[in-house]
């Protein structure tokens, strides 16, 4: 891995640490067209206590499955928003070293630049990965936009603070917006356009529907979760 750090932080210690790994992230591509592109998600068993990190990789761009895995762990961060990703990451970490090699992109469940420490899951799992990676979110942890056309494919720029951290993408005509912005190792124009390739004719990617299906558990369980970055 490209990365390493504690895990058994407190809040404050979490926050200091995202706040001097931000300057790490590179808002540029660097990356060769995909080949794999993984969905990521995380469910909650056990009422929150177990961690189930599910990842699953799609050929790009057929968007065929062609590998899976499931990792289940004790559950260690509590959640708290903004710092989503020192309750989730270390699960999907042990997610992808179950894999027989490494995807070409991570598309996240989750947010990326789009926090308010510029420092989400997406760019927080891209970064200890080395791995390019973009946050897709289904609702807004800031920022603000203008208007969005109905049209599917239609997207307007995210900003806070007069910063562009992301765009809100029309994925679906009719249906409410997701949020895409960049995790690590890519530009936000080819963070849409590898976002808008993976979704067919539903409003999330292929790649989150499929992590999403397993990461998935019973209903009567309490997930403790929510998309806060």
Known sequence: MALSH???????DAIALQNQLRSQI?????????????????????AGKVTRAAIAILNFPSLQLVEQAIVRIPTQFPYIPGLLSFREVPAIMQAIEKLSCPPDLLLCDGQGLAHPR?????????????????????????????ELPEEKGSWVPLIDRDEVIGAVLRSRSGVKPIYVSIGHRISLQSALRYVQAATTRYKLPETTR????????DKSAVTGRSRSG
């Open 6 to 12: 504690p895990w058994n932080l407190v809040p404050k």
């Open 118 to 146: 510029r420092f989400g899951l997406a760019c927080h799992l891209g970064l200890l990965t080395d791995i390019p990676s973009i946050g897709i979110a289904k609702t807004r942890l800031i920022g603000r936009h203008v």
């Open 26 to 46: 590179i808002r540029v591509d660097q990356l060769t067209e995909p080949q794999r592109v993984a969905g990521v998600d995380v469910g909650f068993e056990a």
């Open 210 to 217: 499929a992590a999403h299906h397993l990461a998935s558990v």
